[in-house]
């Protein structure tokens, strides 16, 4: 079945680092979403991306879709203590009204 | 503000007792989701269904989950019985499929449950 593998697991940084996670499917996507959960918090959507090399931003976020619609990538500028969280890709299927998640990346944020 | 509301937010039961959660989504959404989220295993699909129909359930253990809608307003989770390898928490979500297309999905709270 597919798989949708996240990198890194886990990443901590500095207050005005950047960070970045990339997302791999072993197939190709119809469409990507992404997704962040606080510290014992549920999953809250950030944003859809459905074209082949698309890029959106919202605010210090950008996010893009690679051009073979297998991979994607959050990039967050200048992070802040709010951003800390765990930030998950889910990839889904043309025809199939499911998502495949990734594991997610755990990012932690020292002021 | 809508939101998916699930009940119970906690709860802790012996193994071999039986466990059901519920769920609520948000009014007007056609497609129901249940996943269970572990550190191990992350997120997974147990089942879903789609204007009360159930489409998919091939990632619950048979044996002892069920899954059940009764109406729009209502979506159910059993465990009976339950094992201690059952303990993680379950989130319901809800979305409006459209087309076929897996469209964005609003999480409830979850359940966090433990089995002793």
């Known amino acids: 079945g597919q798989q949708v593998m996240q990198i890194p697991q886990y990443q901590h940084v500095q207050e005005g680092e950047d960070f970045t996670t990339y997302c791999n499917s072993s197939?190709?996507?119809?469409?990507i979403q992404w997704y962040k959960q606080r510290p014992g918090g549920h999953p809250v959507f950030l944003i859809q991306?459905?074209?082949?090399?698309e890029v959106k931003k919202q605010k210090r976020l950008t996010f893009q879709f690679g051009e073979a619609k297998k991979n994607s990538s959050l990039h967050i500028t200048a992070t802040q203590t709010t951003d800390v969280g765990t930030y998950f890709c889910a990839g889904g299927n043309s025809g199939y009204s499911t998502l495949t998640f990734g594991k997610g990346t755990m990012l932690l944020v020292s002021p | 503000d809508a939101r998916v509301t699930q009940t119970p937010r906690d709860k802790v039961t012996e193994m071999g007792q039986e466990v059901t959660m519920r769920c609520q989504p948000i009014?007007?959404?056609?497609?129901v989701f249940w996943y269970r989220q572990t550190m191990k295993q992350g997120l997974e699909l147990l089942a879903y269904f789609r204007n009360r129909a159930p489409l998919d359930d091939s990632g619950m253990p048979k044996d002892r989950f069920s899954a059940e809608m009764p109406d729009a307003t209502l979506a159910t989770l059993k465990i009976q019985p339950s094992e201690p390898r059952d303990s993680a928490v379950y989130f319901c979500a809800s979305g409006l499929v459209l087309s076929g297309r897996a469209n964005e999905q609003f999480f409830g709270p979850g359940t966090r449950l433990t089995v002793l």
């Open positions: 991306l459905v074209k082949s090399g």
């Open positions: 197939t190709t996507l119809s469409n």
């Open positions: 009014l007007g959404h056609n497609t």
